[in-house]
């Protein structure tokens, strides 16, 4: 048997994507998305375009900070107001690495996946990183991995 053989095929986005996802339409409250993702242990939410199902952005922690520190209220401003619109995204089929150079040439922590059927889950930076350490990283007792 060859060496070749041995090693396995490289992992894809798909692999390690999370899924199902958390979304949000663009005229929710931006605290409605807080909310949500608070209790899903997310760090993003894709925004779908009600029309087709499509992403049509994603908002973070990163949009949700920034509204606050320039005095925004959540709780009246609308999520297509500081979403991140048209968001880069990739195929279940993309490679690990392939997602991880998107990420640092893009400067993106959050990567929506799509399949044939549309959006099918999101990669994260910390999926990325693990899954080209190859390792199983366990949080303290007590403590969620954030998503």
């Known amino acids: 048997m060859s060496e070749q053989a041995n090693v396995a095929a490289p992992a894809t986005a798909g692999d390690i994507m999370r899924s199902p996802?958390?979304?949000?339409?663009?005229?929710?409250h931006v605290a409605a998305a807080a909310?949500?993702?608070?209790?899903?242990?997310?760090?993003?939410?894709t925004v779908l375009d009600p029309r087709t199902g499509q992403p049509a952005g994603i908002l973070t922690e990163a949009?949700?900070?920034h509204?606050?520190?320039?005095?925004?209220?959540v709780n009246s401003t609308r999520i297509y107001e500081v979403m991140t619109t048209r968001p880069t995204v990739i195929k279940t089929t993309t490679s690990v690495r392939d997602a991880a150079r998107v990420m640092t040439s893009g400067h993106f922590r959050h990567l929506p996946v799509v399949g044939e059927a549309g959006l099918v889950g999101i990669v994260d930076i910390?999926?990325?990183?693990l899954a080209l350490l190859d390792i199983e990283v366990l949080p303290p007792a007590g403590m969620s991995r954030p998503r």
């Open 67 to 73: 509204a606050v520190a320039d005095g925004k209220d």
């Open 126 to 129: 910390t999926d990325v990183c």
């Open 63 to 65: 949009d949700i900070a």
């Open 21 to 28: 996802l958390t979304t949000v339409e663009p005229n929710d």
């Open 35 to 45: 909310y949500l993702m608070k209790h899903a242990g997310a760090t993003a939410v």
